[in-house]
C-alpha cells in the first residue's frame, strides 16, 4: 500500500499549521500557543527525537499529568514513527515497572508527579531504556528535557512524518483482580492501537458529539486514558482549542469553564457529579452557559444526576458512550438529552423497566447505537437473546502487545473481538449491557449481574453511586455487596428499602420458567 494513503495521526498538523495559524489552539494557566507555534514546537522535538537517535518502531514511555507538552510529546514520538505507551500517573513505581517490562520502551518520558522515578531507575534499571526525558526542567547531567530537545531540532522539519511497523499507541494496563478469576493472571499487557483506528474515532465523535473548530475543549480526564486521548485526538484533527489543567480537580475545572468559555468536555459520573456539586456552591457561577457538549464514560448516569445536569448546562447536549481499550475507545453512543429536541432523560429507564416487568429481557443499562465504522454482534447460545457482544472494524487493537495476531480455535472469534460484556440487542438497534462475562457472581447457585443489581439501585433518588460485588461466602459461595454513596444529607436508615429492592428482584430466567417470585440475591448495603 503506498503511503498516500495511509492514516497518520500527525495529519492534523498541517490543519492547525494553516486553518489555525493565528488562532488559539492551547490553553494551559497563562500561556497560549497559536496553530503555528504550537505545530512548531512539535517538529522542533521530532526533529530532536531523531537527532538523539530515536528511531521508527521505538517504545516510547510518557507518564506525567495532562499538558500541552504532553499532547506535543505524543504527537512527536508518532511523527518519528516511534509508538507510544502512555503509563498512569496514579501507579506506583512497582507497578510501572512491571508494565515497562512488558512493553521494553527505549526511552522513559515523566514530569513533576513522577520524579522520584529517576532515584528509583538507578537501582532499579529497567535493561530497555536509553534515555529518561522530563517534560519541565530537571538538574541531573544524564536527564534530558524537553526544551534541551528542542534546541537540537531548532532547524524546520517539513511536514513528513513516519509511520512505524505497527500501531500508534501501546497502552500498557495493569489487570488487577481483587478477586483472582479462573484463566487470569495479573500479569500487564499491552495494547497495540493503529493510526487508522484513532482517526476513525476522532471521526465518529467528531459526526456523532459534534466537534468542531469553534469548540473550547476542557481535558478533565488524563490523556493516559484511551477516552481522553481520543476526544483529544478528535479536537486536534477539527482544529479546537484544548484547555489543559494538570488533572481534574473540579474547583479548578468550573474555573477554566468560567474563564475559557468551554463549550466541551468529558467525563465520568464521579466528575460530572463532582462539577454540579462545586458549580452549585458558586451561587454566581455562569460560565455552565457555554458548554454545549458534553460526553460521558465509564459509567451509566443515574436519572437524578442526568436531570441535574440539564439544569446546571441547560445548554449541553449529553451523551454516554460505551466502549473499551481495545476498541481505542467508544462503540456506541446514546444521546440522553439534548436542549434543541425533547429527549425525555427517562424513557430509556421507563423502557427498561416495561421490559423487565415483561419478563422478555432482564433489567440492564441501554448504552445506545454503534458509530457507523462500528459493527457489532451477539453471539448467543440456544435461544435466549443474550449473549456476548462482539465487535469488528477499523477502530479494534492491532493486536495485544507481544502476543501473536488475534487467533482463536472457532471462526467467531478469528474475526470478532470479544468484549468481554454480555447484553443484547433490542429492536431498535440499542446495544442493552447486562453484566460482564467474567464478572458475574455465583450466589445461592445462581448467576448474578453486579450492573443489573447497580441499575435497580440507581433508581432511589438518594443514590449517588454505587457499585455492586461478590465476596467469598461459605454458605453462598459469594455473597453480593453493594457499596453505596449517598446523597449529601441523606440518612443512613432511609437506604434500608436497598437490601429489600435486591433481595426480592425477580431473576429474568426464573420468570421464563414460573411466574412466582422468588428471592435469590443475599446482600448486604455499605453506605459510604
Not at 494551559?28 to 521530532?46: C, I, P, Y
Not at 510501572?96 to 528509583?120: F, G, H, I, Q
Not at 495485544?400 to 443484547?424: C, F, R, S
Not at 432511589?460 to 454513596?485: N, S, W, Y
Request: charged share 20%.
Amino acid at each position: 500500500m503506498a503511503y498516500y494513503s495511509q492514516a497518520h495521526i500527525c495529519q492534523c498538523l498541517t490543519r492547525l499549521s494553516t486553518l489555525r495559524r493565528n488562532s488559539i489552539v492551547s490553553i494551559a494557566g497563562d500561556r497560549q500557543k497559536t496553530g503555528e507555534h504550537f505545530v512548531e514546537d512539535v517538529l522542533s522535538l521530532a526533529r530532536g527525537l531523531l537527532e538523539l537517535g530515536l528511531r521508527s518502531g521505538d517504545i516510547v514511555a510518557i507518564c506525567a499529568l495532562n499538558s500541552v507538552c504532553y499532547l506535543e510529546w505524543l504527537l512527536a514520538v508518532a511523527f518519528v514513527g516511534a509508538v507510544v505507551a502512555p503509563l498512569n500517573y496514579r501507579w506506583s513505581f512497582e507497578e510501572a515497572k512491571s508494565a515497562m517490562l512488558c512493553v521494553r520502551p527505549v526511552m522513559l518520558v515523566t514530569d513533576e508527579s513522577c520524579n522520584c522515578w529517576y532515584s528509583e531507575l538507578q537501582s532499579d534499571a529497567i535493561p530497555s531504556l536509553k534515555w529518561h526525558a522530563f517534560l519541565g526542567s530537571f538538574e541531573a547531567s544524564n536527564i534530558l528535557t524537553t526544551e534541551m530537545l528542542r534546541k537540537n531540532g531548532i532547524r524546520t522539519l517539513p511536514l513528513n512524518y513516519s509511520w512505524a511497523p505497527e500501531g500508534a499507541l501501546l497502552y500498557a494496563s495493569l489487570q488487577v483482580f481483587v478477586f483472582p478469576l479462573s484463566g487470569t493472571t495479573g500479569r500487564p499487557k499491552g495494547v497495540v492501537i493503529s493510526h487508522s483506528a484513532l482517526i476513525v474515532q476522532s471521526l465518529a465523535k467528531a459526526a456523532i458529539v459534534g466537534y468542531c473548530e469553534n469548540d473550547v475543549y476542557l481535558h478533565t480526564t488524563p490523556l493516559c486514558h484511551i477516552g481522553g486521548l481520543s476526544s483529544a485526538m478528535a479536537m486536534l484533527m477539527v482544529g479546537a482549542c484544548h484547555v489543559l489543567i494538570p488533572k481534574f480537580e473540579a474547583t479548578l475545572a468550573v474555573e477554566s469553564i468560567e474563564q475559557h468559555r468551554v463549550t466541551s468536555l468529558i467525563t465520568v459520573p464521579a466528575i460530572l457529579g463532582d462539577l454540579i456539586s462545586t458549580a452549585r456552591a458558586k451561587e454566581t457561577s455562569k460560565g455552565s452557559q457555554t458548554v454545549e457538549k458534553i460526553l460521558n464514560g465509564g459509567g451509566s448516569l443515574s436519572v437524578w444526576l442526568i436531570k441535574d445536569t440539564r439544569k446546571l448546562f441547560p445548554r449541553a447536549k449529553l451523551l454516554s458512550a460505551y466502549g473499551m481499550t481495545e476498541s481505542c475507545s467508544s462503540l456506541t453512543f446514546i444521546t440522553l438529552n439534548d436542549p434543541t429536541i425533547e429527549t425525555p432523560s427517562q424513557l430509556l429507564q421507563t423502557s427498561s423497566k416495561i421490559k423487565s416487568a415483561s419478563g422478555n429481557q432482564p433489567q440492564g443499562v441501554c448504552v445506545g447505537k454503534p458509530a457507523p465504522h462500528v459493527e457489532l454482534k451477539v453471539c448467543i447460545d440456544g435461544s435466549s437473546q443474550i449473549g456476548r457482544i462482539l465487535t469488528r472494524g477499523p477502530h479494534v487493537m492491532l493486536r495485544y502487545w507481544d502476543q501473536n495476531p488475534l487467533k482463536a480455535p472457532n471462526h467467531i472469534n478469528e474475526v470478532w473481538l470479544d468484549t468481554g460484556d454480555i447484553g443484547y440487542i433490542d429492536n431498535s438497534c440499542n446495544l442493552w449491557l447486562i453484566g460482564r462475562t467474567n464478572n458475574r457472581i455465583k450466589s445461592g447457585g445462581e448467576n448474578v449481574h453486579p450492573e443489573e443489581v447497580e441499575s435497580i439501585l440507581l433508581q432511589h433518588p438518594g443514590v449517588f453511586a454505587v457499585i455492586v460485588l461478590g465476596i467469598p461466602d461459605a454458605r453462598l459461595t459469594e455473597m453480593v455487596v453493594a457499596c453505596v454513596k449517598i446523597k449529601e444529607g441523606l440518612k443512613y436508615q432511609k437506604i434500608c428499602f436497598m437490601e429489600k429492592a435486591i433481595s426480592t428482584h425477580n431473576n429474568w430466567k426464573d420468570k421464563e420458567r414460573s411466574n412466582s417470585k422468588r428471592s435469590y440475591v443475599y446482600s448486604t448495603v455499605l453506605a459510604l
